[in-house]
């Protein structure tokens, strides 16, 4: 099993500010087959990214996603009032196929 | 715009079987994949498994023994079965799209699109 981890767990930003999520894989990710979601409370995941860089249709521009191999990073570059939620990140290729990381919350400062 | 929408029991006993079924509006089931994933508290979100618009289905082998999952055409919509529940299958259950993406020889998983996700309780 792919194991993903999340660093770090918990992040307290200002709005306005940079946030930065790193996603760790305890193997290399098939093809960079990697996504970010972003979960509020009550409500579904929701699709940022997927194949590591690609934003999903909607997804403003401050949010961006890089890596590959193990290392994978999520970055929004200027925090608004609604990005304060839980972002997961997922790979797909080991077994089994789809495997979530635990989680970043971040939360207003 | 295309939207899901889980229905089933709430709440079960020890040992019950569990039937969901999501229902698929604003576009078809036969393109896409569609996946069931689960959140709790303890283990986060785990993949069940999913169903191909031809009916191929690859399930999570932690649960493969004990899940079933089908299409239903002709009402537009998916189900899951999972059979001997315990208390640790208690979770909120996701319908969800798989966005298949291909550049070049690559191709690209994601969950593009989520039902609102519906509570199931096992508990005697």
């Known amino acids: 099993e792919i194991v993903l981890t999340q660093s770090p767990g918990a992040l307290s930003l200002s709005p306005g500010e940079r946030a930065t999520l790193s996603c760790r894989a305890s193997q290399s990710v098939s093809s960079g087959n990697l996504a970010w979601y972003q979960q509020k409370p009550g409500q579904a995941p929701k699709l940022l990214i997927y194949?590591?860089?690609t934003r999903a249709t909607g997804i403003p521009a401050r949010f961006s996603g890089s890596g590959s191999g193990t290392d994978f990073t999520l970055t929004i570059s200027r925090l608004e009032p609604e990005d304060f939620a839980v972002y997961y990140c997922q790979q797909y290729g080991g077994s089994p196929l789809f495997t979530f990381g635990p989680g970043t919350k971040v939360d207003i400062k | 715009q295309v939207q899901l929408q889980e229905s089933g029991p709430g709440l079960l006993k020890p040992s019950e079987p569990l039937s969901l079924t999501c229902t698929v509006s604003?576009?078809?089931?036969?393109?896409?994949?569609w996946s069931w994933i689960r959140q709790s508290p303890g283990k986060g979100l785990e993949w069940i498994g999913y169903i191909t618009y031809s009916g191929t289905t690859n399930y999570n082998p932690s649960l493969k023994s004990r899940v079933t999952i089908s299409l239903e055409r002709s009402t537009n919509q998916f189900s899951l079965k999972m059979s001997s529940l315990t208390a640790a299958d208690t979770a909120v259950y996701y319908c969800?799209?798989?966005?298949?993406?291909?550049?070049?020889?690559?191709?690209?998983?994601?969950?593009?699109?989520w039902g609102q996700g519906t509570m199931v309780a096992v508990s005697s």
């Open positions: 604003g576009g078809s089931i036969s393109s896409y994949y």
């Open positions: 969800a799209r798989v966005r298949v993406t291909v550049y070049g020889e690559m191709i690209y998983y994601a969950f593009d699109m």
């Open positions: 194949a590591a860089s």
